[in-house]
């Protein structure tokens, strides 16, 4: 697992009423990409995780979880549900674009790196992690 900032979340399944003290969106997939976004648009926590390791993703004690309708994401929400959480399924399209940006906003280029184009840049790392945080992104976003 990689975890790429820190922080911590509430633990336990989602529950009702208030207003939510942390988002967890996931990308399924191969890999499963994860991220705690706090109701403002700003990042708290990512993590890179097995796709068999859905079970051992910490969820907000009090917050939305999000998941990615690409692949996999079937599964996933049947493996939330079972632990007790209401997912929510988001349209995942161009998020693997978003991620990039992301993580180039973070992760400025260095060297040589910075004179080529943003589309030729290439990132050093899986960027599923930040595809999650994309989909909590649009999420937030239709709903203002």
């Known amino acids: 697992m990689h975890d790429a900032a820190q922080g911590g979340t509430g633990t336990g399944a989602e529950e009702g009423g208030g207003e939510a003290t942390v988002i967890l969106a996931l990308d399924p ?4 990409g994860a991220a705690w976004v706090r109701p403002d648009g700003s990042l708290e926590r990512l993590a890179l995780l097995r796709a068999e390791d859905a079970d051992r993703v910490e969820l907000p004690a009090r917050g939305p979880v999000l998941v990615g309708d690409g692949t996999g994401s079937g599964e996933l929400v049947a493996r939330l549900r079972a632990r007790g959480a209401t997912p929510v399924v988001v349209d995942e399209r161009d998020t ?6 992301l993580y180039f906003r973070d992760h400025p280029p260095r060297g040589l790196q910075r004179l080529l184009p943003p589309g030729l840049r290439s990132p050093p790392r899986n960027l599923d992690d930040y595809a999650a945080y994309a989909i909590a992104l649009r999420w937030l976003e239709r709903r203002r």
């Open 96 to 101: 693997t674009l978003i991620a990039r940006e």
């Open 29 to 32: 997939g191969f890999n499963l």
